[in-house]
C-alpha cells in the first residue's frame, strides 16, 4: 500500500490496520519488478473538499475496527476548549489539539504524513476521553427514530464509515511491570471515525468491546484468558477474538436470531465484516484534521442529522475557516484559534500583558469579522461555504445563521456554552461586513463613560455573551414556562420575558450609561478573576457593590424591559404628522403639516428633509364603515390611493410620482439612488417601530384578561389586508433592486 502513488501515511498507522482487513491479497496488484505491491486502481479512491483533497482506500474491515473519535463535532460541547484562557490541564474535560504527523530525518529534514498525532497525560485519561466521547454519542443517539444497534443487527452496515489515522502519545507511562519495564506501550495507533461514529459505536456493542479498548488494548478476560492482563496488540488480541466469536457462533443454534437477546456471535454476523474508507494520503498533510472533517460536515450539517444547536453551529464556522485556509486568505495557526483547536495566545494580536477578558475578546472579534467581513473575496466564500444568497439579497435568517455561528464559536472561550441565538442581534445592514474600531478591550472600557462610539461597541458586540456567560441573560424561549428565579430572599420569582435586543437596548438608554459601564467593567473584571460571580454595580454612580452578587433579577430590576423598548421617534414638533404632495416631492415647502389620525404614540418617523412621498404602507389605516377621508391641505387628484393593487401598478391615467420635481427637470440618476435608500431606511424603521406597537399591545392584552382585546375584529382586518398587500409588493422590489444593480 505505501508504495501506491499519492499514499503518504506512517508505516505504524499501516501495520496497525492491518489485521482488521480481511482478504488484503484482493485489494493489491501482482509484485512488480522490484517486488513492490500497490492498491489496485477499483481500490483508490480521491475526495475533493473546500479544505483540499484527500485519497482514500475502499477495504473490507472486521466489523470491531475503527476507533470513536472525541473530535466528532456533534459531541464537540462536551469538552473545555484549549481556546479558553482559563483552561487548567488535568481540571476540567479537554482535548488535547490534533496536529499533523511529522518525522525527523537523519537530515534534520521534517517530513509531514497523512495522519495526526494528539497527547494524553497518561494511560488513565486516554480511557476516559474515549469513554466521555461514548456516553455523550449515546445521549445524541437518543433523538435517532430507530434503534441503530438492532437495525445493524438485522440489516448490516449499509454505508461505510471513514477512519483516519491518529496516533495518542502519553505524557506519562509511570506503570511498570514486575521487571521495572513499562507495562503499557508509551504511544497507540488507531484509525478515528471521522464518518460513522455512531456506527463504529454500535456495532462494537455488539461485540462487547469498546473504542478504548480497540485503541489501547482488551482485558484478557474477553479473550477468553484468564487474569488481569491488557492485551494491546492488535495482530495478537484480534486472532484470539475471532477465534472465540467462531466457537461462540458454532455453539448456538440456527434459530438463535433473536436481534436483542441472541448470542453475541449470531448478532454480531451480519456486521462481521463491513465496507471501510481508510484515509491514505493528500497532497496537503498539514491541513489533513480539516479535510477529514470538511468531508463529513455537509452529512450532517445539511440537514442537521444529531446535532444540537451549538455544535450544528460550531461545524458550519469551522467549515469556513478551513475554506478560507484553502483559498489562503487566512493562516492555518489563526483558524486553529479561531475553530478552537489552539490557545488563544497563538494569535499574532495577542501579547503577554492581556487578561483573561481581553483575550476572550480579542478572538471575539477576530470571529466577528470573519463571518461579517468586508473583504469581496470572504464574503464570496462565505457564501459559497454557507450556501447563501446573493450579498444584495441577503435573508435576515441567513444573517441570523452566521450571528448563531459567530456566537457558538465565541462560547469555546468560556466555562460553558450558551444557546447561540444569544447572537441574533444585527439587522441586514450586516450583508456589508462590520468594522470595528480596532481599539483594545481596556481602552475601550475606560473611555466609555464618555466616547459614544466606544460604548455602542461594548453594549453591541460584548455585553450579551459576557451576560450569559454568567447567566444573567439568556435568550427569548418563547414562553415563560422555566422562567422564574429565586429572589434576594428567597422567594420564587417569575422574570420579565424579553429579548436580547431588549436587554442590549435597556443597557442603551440614555439614563442608565454610567450603571450600564460599570456593570461591563465588572463583568470584565469577574472574568478576569478566575470567572467568579460578577458584583452588581451602583445604578447612579456604576461602582462596584463587592460581595453583592449580579442576578438576573437584579439585572431585570436595574435595567427594565420598558427602558429596552425601541425609543419611539417624536413626529413633528406640532404634533402632525407629514402629508407629502406626491407631485411636488423633493421641492422646497413639500411637506404640509396635516391632521395625524394616529395617537402621539404611534405616530411614523417624521421627515427633517425634503420629503418622498409616503408609501401606501405607511398611509393611516381607514375606518372600514368609510373610506378615509382626505386631507383639505392636498389637491385631490394628488391624494395617494391606499389599496393600490398588489402588483403595485398605477391606476388608468396616473403617473408614477416623484419622478420629477417643479423647476428642476427630471431627478439624476444618483439623486433616485438616494431617495430609494431613504425610503428603505424609512420603511425598515416604521416597520420596526409597528412590531414594538404590536408587542405593547400584546402585553396590554396580557395584564388585563378580563377587558376585551384593545383591537377591533374590523380594525384587526384591515390591519391584516393592508400588511398582506404590503409584503405582495415588497417582495418583488429585491429582484427590481437586482435589475439596476452593477453585476458581481
Known amino acids: 500500500m505505501l508504495a501506491t502513488e499519492g499514499a503518504n501515511l506512517p508505516r505504524g498507522a499501516l501495520e496497525n490496520i492491518a489485521p482488521f482487513i480481511v482478504d488484503p491479497e484482493d485489494s493489491l496488484t501482482e509484485p512488480d519488478d522490484q517486488g513492490l505491491r500497490r492498491l489496485r486502481s477499483g481500490v483508490v479512491r480521491r475526495i475533493r473538499t473546500d479544505a483540499g483533497d484527500m485519497m482514500v482506500a475502499v477495504v473490507r474491515m472486521h466489523g470491531v475496527g475503527g476507533v470513536q473519535w472525541g473530535h466528532n463535532e456533534r459531541i464537540s460541547s462536551i469538552w473545555r476548549s484549549v481556546a479558553d484562557p482559563t483552561v487548567r490541564r488535568g481540571a476540567e474535560k479537554t482535548l488535547a489539539p490534533v496536529r499533523p504527523w511529522t518525522e525527523t530525518g537523519e537530515d534534520g529534514h521534517e517530513t509531514c504524513f497523512a495522519a495526526l498525532r494528539s497527547t494524553v497525560a497518561d494511560r488513565q485519561a486516554l480511557m476516559m476521553n474515549a469513554e466521555d466521547a461514548a456516553d455523550a454519542l449515546k445521549r445524541r443517539d437518543r433523538v ?155 452529512d450532517h450539517v445539511h440537514p442537521p442529522l444529531e446535532f444540537d444547536a451549538v455544535d450544528r453551529s460550531r461545524a458550519l464556522g469551522r467549515s469556513v475557516l478551513g475554506m478560507y485556509v484553502a483559498q489562503r486568505v487566512i493562516d492555518e495557526r489563526t483558524a486553529e484559534v479561531l475553530a478552537g483547536l489552539a490557545p488563544i495566545r497563538e494569535l499574532p494580536e495577542a501579547s503577554a500583558d492581556m487578561t483573561v477578558s481581553e483575550l476572550r475578546d480579542l478572538r471575539s472579534m477576530r470571529l466577528l469579522q470573519e463571518f461579517f467581513p468586508v473583504e469581496p ?143 461591563l467593567r465588572s463583568l470584565a473584571r469577574a472574568m478576569d478573576d478566575g470567572d467568579r460571580r460578577p458584583w452588581r454595580v451602583s445604578g447612579s454612580s456604576g461602582k462596584e ?123 439624476t440618476p444618483d439623486g433616485l439612488v438616494e431617495r430609494m435608500e431613504r425610503l428603505l431606511r424609512e420603511l425598515h424603521d416604521a416597520s420596526g417601530e409597528l412590531g414594538d406597537v404590536l408587542a405593547d399591545l400584546a402585553d396590554l392584552a396580557d395584564r388585563s384578561d378580563a377587558a376585551p382585546r384593545p383591537l377591533a375584529r374590523e380594525r384587526a382586518d384591515a390591519a391584516v389586508r393592508l400588511l398582506n398587500q404590503t409584503l405582495s409588493r415588497l417582495r418583488k422590489l429585491p429582484e427590481r433592486v437586482e435589475d439596476v444593480a452593477v453585476p458581481e
Request: with cysteine.
Open 144 to 298: 435517532r427514530p430507530y434503534d441503530l444497534e438492532e437495525d445493524l443487527v438485522l440489516n448490516g452496515q449499509q454505508e461505510p464509515g471513514m477512519y483516519v489515522p491518529q496516533q495518542v502519545v502519553l505524557e506519562q507511562n509511570e506503570e511498570e511491570g514486575p521487571e521495572g519495564k513499562p507495562l503499557y506501550p508509551d504511544a497507540y495507533w488507531g484509525w478515528m471515525a471521522v464518518r460513522g461514529n455512531n456506527r463504529t459505536q454500535k456495532r462494537q456493542s455488539i461485540f462487547r468491546l469498546t473504542s478504548g479498548e480497540v485503541l489501547a488494548g482488551v482485558p484478557a478476560r474477553k479473550l477468553g484468558r484468564e487474569g488481569d492482563e491488557v492485551v494491546c496488540d492488535p495482530r495478537v488480541w484480534l486472532t484470539e477474538f475471532s477465534a472465540l466469536l467462531n466457537k461462540e457462533y458454532a455453539e448456538t443454534a440456527d434459530d438463535d436470531l433473536d436481534p436483542t437477546s441472541g448470542s453475541r456471535a449470531r448478532r454480531a454476523a451480519a456486521v462481521a465484516v463491513v465496507d471501510a474508507h481508510l484515509v491514505i494520503g493528500t497532497p496537503t498533510p498539514q491541513r489533513l484534521y480539516r479535510i477529514v472533517q470538511m468531508n463529513n460536515r455537509r
Open 545 to 667: 457593590l463587592a460581595s453583592r452578587e449580579m442576578t438576573p433579577l437584579w439585572f431585570d430590576q436595574e435595567f427594565p424591559k420598558e427602558t429596552g423598548n425601541r425609543p419611539r421617534r417624536a413626529a413633528a414638533a406640532t404634533g402632525r404628522r407629514a402629508v407629502v404632495t406626491p407631485g411636488t416631492a423633493g421641492g422646497p415647502g413639500a411637506a404640509v403639516p396635516g391632521p395625524d389620525p394616529l395617537p402621539a404614540a404611534t405616530a411614523l418617523p417624521s421627515v427633517s428633509t425634503p420629503a418622498p412621498p409616503v408609501p401606501a404602507a405607511a398611509a393611516p389605516l381607514p375606518s372600514p364603515a368609510s373610506p378615509a377621508a382626505p386631507d383639505p391641505t392636498v389637491p385631490a387628484q394628488a391624494a395617494p390611493t391606499l389599496y393600490a393593487s398588489a402588483g403595485g401598478t398605477a391606476s388608468p391615467g396616473t403617473t408614477r410620482p416623484g419622478l420629477t420635481a417643479p423647476g428642476t427637470g427630471p431627478l
Open 377 to 519: 473575496r470572504k464574503r464570496h466564500l462565505l457564501r459559497r461555504a454557507l450556501s447563501e444568497n446573493p450579498p444584495s439579497q441577503l435573508s435576515a435568517e441567513e444573517i441570523k445563521q452566521r450571528a448563531r455561528t459567530w456566537s457558538a464559536l465565541t462560547s469555546e472561550s468560556y466555562p460553558a456554552p450558551w444557546n447561540p441565538r444569544l447572537g441574533e442581534v444585527f439587522s441586514t445592514r450586516a450583508r456589508e461586513g462590520i468594522c470595528l474600531s480596532g481599539r483594545r478591550l481596556p481602552e475601550l472600557l475606560a473611555a466609555a463613560d464618555t466616547d459614544d462610539q466606544a460604548f455602542d461597541e461594548l453594549v453591541s458586540y460584548r455585553a450579551a455573551h459576557w451576560l450569559a456567560s454568567f447567566g444573567i441573560i439568556e435568550p427569548d424561549r418563547g414562553s415563560l414556562d422555566g422562567q422564574e428565579a429565586i429572589g434576594d430572599t428567597g422567594e420564587r420569582v417569575r422574570r420579565s420575558r424579553r429579548t436580547v435586543m431588549n436587554c442590549l437596548q435597556a443597557l442603551r438608554h440614555e439614563k442608565n450609561r454610567q450603571a450600564a459601564v460599570g456593570l
